[in-house]
């Protein structure tokens, strides 16, 4: 009896501080479990654009046009169309990713401030125009990838801001009023309430064991709970009433 007390106790009182919290972990779980994550990160507003070939002699004939005009070597050398031209993207073993025009040898970047909108808007499914472009140097919760970037904000019903890197002209990141919500609450699920990125930090762990405590505490009381103490206890009692021998009757 002493011991169920003591359990009870134990569960009440954890029950009492992780309430909110244990919420929080439901609340937040179902939303992300219901809501597919490819239309959280805005998958299905990526226009359908048909991809450009980059025709072979083309390349050769412009990366001997960028080794001529002195542009230095790179550890990698990606080839690819942007906005119907072909690029080269040259990443050097120290410093910043460059971006170069094949056909005229023409560096590219930093990438421009319209040039970056061209770039979002044909990324962008419909016919939204871009309506506020920012230059983003430092990351934060909403955005953390290369820097600089831009930031290109469309009023589309969604809210949503595509990020163009500057230096490589790659759409990095796609984020609307649905993304911004469920991060909300993915901060909310991890209890990183800043940065909704760590998940390993001791306020979490801590949270962890106690509703763990919680629940064992909950298993532990659940015979109780479910009236299978009080039936055994008078089981018990029929029990040893049935087997007290009787008193002789007197002779």
Do not use: C
């Amino acid at each position: 009896m002493a011991g169920g007390g003591i359990w009870a106790k134990i569960h009440k009182w954890l029950a009492l501080l992780m309430a909110v919290q244990i919420l929080l972990w439901f609340v937040s779980g179902l939303v992300m479990a219901v809501i597919p994550i490819e239309r959280v990160r805005s998958e299905h507003a990526i226009a359908e654009v048909p991809p450009v070939p980059v025709a072979l002699d083309q390349a050769a004939a412009g990366l001997q046009r960028l080794a001529a005009a002195g542009v230095a070597p790179g550890e990698k050398v990606e080839l690819r169309a942007l906005l119907g031209s072909s690029v080269a993207l040259i990443v050097p073993l120290e410093g910043r990713p460059r971006l170069y025009d094949l056909a005229t040898g023409r560096p590219l970047s930093p990438i421009p401030m319209t040039f970056a909108a061209r770039i979002a808007e044909a990324d962008h499914a419909g016919e939204a125009r871009a309506v506020r472009i920012e230059r983003i140097a430092a990351n934060d919760s909403e955005y953390r990838g290369a820097l600089p970037a831009w930031r290109v904000d469309f009023d589309d019903g969604a809210k949503r801001s595509l990020y163009v890197a500057a230096d490589t002209g790659a759409v990095m990141a796609r984020r609307s009023t649905l993304w911004r919500v469920y991060d909300f609450l993915w901060g909310l699920h991890i209890m990183d309430w800043r940065n909704h990125e760590d998940f390993n930090h001791p306020l979490l762990i801590a949270a962890s064991v106690l509703a763990l405590a919680l629940t064992v505490a909950g298993i532990v009381l659940l015979p109780d709970r479910l009236g299978y103490t009080a039936w055994r206890r008078r089981r018990r009692a029929r029990l040893s009433a049935t087997r007290t021998p009787t008193a002789a009757p007197p002779g």
